[in-house]
């Protein structure tokens, strides 16, 4: 009985082992098919307890030329959800719908059928992420990912751009430097525990893993009185939006780079990207009259024309093939710096005509204009400017006025620079320092992109642009109080639909330097569709707003002070029946025979000098309004000596004496006689005196 007991349990025994064996076997068997056959149970197994983490690297700051904050990185809550641990899905989607203040639906729809990690919103608020965290919801946790900011807000949003979401750079200085501002991303093996939060079992330095810092050419000040002043004078003009550039000629530092509407960078995604763009550089439109300052510089470049070149614009008309150029009011016979002051079109044209469309083509081509600015800036435009070999008669008259041809803000902001720079073109610059995070700051030197212009060219066109901001000139209220400024009016039609110019629809443009004896900016204001006036009227009196501001951070305390405009005179012009001796630009003579005679007039024609190549004594010659001398009330008067003086002296001596002067000659030499002689007594109202003008070396 006890040997059958025994045989019994040592049978159950051998049937458990053999069972025993059998499930390891099947267990060991299960586990090899899981792990080498179906290995899908343990990438969830994995998924649920271990992760990837990719961590970025810190972003580099970026900062003002004074090392102030203009972007910085800070971490911003994400909430995410594992759908399987949802306890309540609907319930829980709708109640973070209303925490997060976003339709229920559209979470719903991000989930989807994803059983894994989710991202249900990103960069949410601290108040926001605080409530969620509190909750403990099963399945929906926080994590903390880098997030631009932007501690200015819109100010200068259109230099820096924005980063996206993923934390790449987009427009700008964001985009153009993106590569040194980004880290170096590391991934980490993290585990999670049993309510989802990140186990970490390796430390990250930050310093080995972070972007380089960028201090940038701006000034955050003089930008903050920009930007104030140009919203301002855009809301005093109804105008549709503007812009202001303000450049150091000897470095090409972009100081200041202002446009209205603007956006602010710490809500991107409330903007169309096309609002983000920079207008500055991605913008090519018609630069109207301040492209004359450059038709000038390039004919006197050439020898097409001398500061003392007769301009004779007759009755203000001129016609070429396909059109007809007339101007507002009638300058008559004039140098290059009357056709500047007044803005003449017609005398533009004249001088276009005698410099020839391939010079003119390859002075514009030295200038920067047509070409990308070299400046590294995301979707720069090069503008446009066609070959002088497609140009037409009517192209070349346009261009000379600013039509017809397309810049960009930058590239007349870089060209005007070059005349207070000796006529060197300065790329811009951007960025004057990099970093990187465990470095030192290295500077980024000034480029040049070469000669432009003749020094002593520059020099004298700068004097021309002087002119413009007096009382016959149509950027009088560019003055400054104390302050010689140079600078140039434009206003330029804009294209309606059908291809015609517009009778009300413009951009009013002003480019000038101060001051004007020793350059500390160049400065390009532009106005787009303001409402009522042109350059001189709109354009003008913000450029001083803003260069007041700029001189005061040198130390130079001024205002603006606009110039009472002087009474417009009849230039002077000889009748039909005296004289018919040709003025003439260069060797292309016209006729005052060809032009209508003019009424005596009773007051003294205005003095308009000829620009000296001594820049001193020129700008003192222009720093003041023209004095208006009376009439002298005598019955007789003797006829001084007008024998061996230039154009601008013999102009002088006539206002002085209330006398009328008809020219015979180029008018680029020196007066060789005169009618009636030196000394004669004649009449009161016997006021004119004609002069015949030596010619002009080199004249031929």
């Avoid at 003002?64 to 800070?74: G, T």
């Avoid at 992420?129 to 631009?148: N, S, Y």
């Avoid at 104030?228 to 000629?249: E, H, K, M, Q």
């Avoid at 024609?605 to 222009?622: D, G, H, M, Y």
């Amino acid at each position: 009985m006890r040997s059958q007991a025994l045989r019994t349990a040592t049978l159950r025994v051998r049937i458990l082992e053999i069972s025993l064996i059998l499930l390891f076997f099947l267990l060991a068997g299960r586990a090899g098919w899981l792990s080498v056959v179906e290995t899908r149970g343990g990438i969830l197994g994995d998924d649920q307890s271990w992760r990837d983490l990719k961590f970025p690297g810190a972003r580099g700051v970026i900062l003002d030329r004074d090392r102030r904050e203009l972007a910085i990185s800070i971490q911003a809550p994400s909430v995410y959800v594992y759908p399987t641990e949802l306890v309540d899905r609907k319930a829980v989607v709708a109640q973070l719908g209303k925490i997060l203040e976003r339709d229920p639906k559209a979470l719903e729809k991000r989930i989807g059928d994803r059983s894994g990690f989710v991202y249900l919103a990103r960069w949410v608020t601290r108040d926001q992420a605080e409530i969620i965290k509190k909750l403990k919801l099963p399945g929906v946790g926080l994590e903390h990912e880098p997030r631009r900011t932007y501690p200015a807000g819109p100010m200068a949003a259109s230099l820096l751009g924005f980063v996206d979401i993923d934390g790449k750079g987009r427009r700008g200085v964001e985009q153009m430097m993106d590569s040194w501002l980004q880290g170096t991303s590391r991934r980490i093996h993290v585990g999670r525990d049993a309510r989802g939060r990140l186990l970490v079992d390796e430390s990250i330095d930050p310093r080995g893993t972070a972007g380089g810092d960028i201090a940038l050419a701006i000034d955050l000040a003089l930008q903050a009185k920009a930007e104030s002043a140009l919203v301002a004078s855009i809301s005093a003009t109804a105008a549709r939006g503007g812009v202001i550039v303000v450049v150091d000629p000897k470095t090409g530092d972009i100081l200041t780079l202002a446009e209205a509407p603007g956006f602010d960078p710490n809500s991107f995604r409330d903007f169309p990207y096309k609002a983000t763009r920079s207008r500055a550089f991605t913008d090519a439109v018609e630069p109207g009259s301040t492209f004359k300052a450059f038709l000038v510089a390039a004919a006197l470049e050439a020898g097409a024309l001398d500061a003392e070149t007769i301009i004779d614009t007759g009755e203000g008309k001129i016609r070429v093939p396909g059109k007809s150029i007339e101007d507002k009011r009638k300058i008559g016979a004039s140098d290059a710096a009357g056709v500047l002051r007044h803005s003449s079109n017609v005398g533009a044209v004249l001088i276009a005509q005698e410099l020839g469309s391939e010079r003119y083509r390859a002075a514009l081509d030295r200038l920067g204009f047509g070409n990308n600015t070299r400046s590294g800036f995301p979707s720069e435009s090069a503008g446009l400017m066609r070959s002088w070999k497609k140009w037409k008669p009517v192209d070349q008259a346009n261009i000379a006025f600013g039509q017809g041809v397309n810049v960009t803000a930058i590239q007349l902001a870089m060209a005007v620079a070059s005349l207070a720079n000796d006529g060197e073109l300065m790329r811009p610059r951007i960025v004057v320092a990099k970093r990187r995070a465990t470095g030192t700051w290295e500077s980024s030197p000034p480029i040049s992109a070469g000669q432009a212009v003749d020094p002593e060219v520059a020099r004298i066109v700068v004097e021309m642009l002087e002119t413009t901001i007096s009382a016959e000139g149509t950027g009088r209220k560019a003055a400054l109080a104390g302050v010689r400024v140079a600078g140039k009016t434009g206003t330029a039609q804009l294209l309606e639909p059908n291809g015609s110019y517009s009778r009300n629809r413009h951009t009013a443009w002003f480019i000038g330097l101060v001051p004007a004896d020793d350059p500390k900016a160049a400065i390009v204001v532009a106005l787009d569709e303001p409402k009522q006036g042109g350059g001189g009227v709109v354009a003008a009196p913000l450029f001083a707003e803003v260069a007041a501001a700029l001189l005061a951070r040198h130390g130079i305390i001024t205002e603006p002070q606009p110039i009472p405009a002087a009474p417009f005179q009849e230039p002077l012009m000889a009748s039909t029946n005296e004289i018919a001796a040709p003025v003439s630009v260069g060797g292309s003579a016209r006729s005052v025979a060809e032009l209508e005679p003019v009424k005596a007039i009773s007051h003294p024609a205005p003095t308009l000098p000829a620009v000296s190549t001594k820049p001193s004594a020129t700008a003192r010659a222009f720093q003041q309004p023209t004095v208006q001398h009376p009439t002298i009330q005598h019955p007789t008067m003797l006829i001084p000596d007008f024998q061996g003086t230039s154009l601008s002296s013999a102009r002088s001596l006539a206002s002085a004496e209330s006398l009328k002067l008809q020219f015979s000659g180029s008018g680029r030499g020196r007066v060789i006689s005169q009618e009636p002689a030196p000394g004669t007594i004649v009449a009161a109202n016997q006021r004119t005196v004609v002069v015949s003008f030596s010619v002009h070396q080199g004249d031929g």
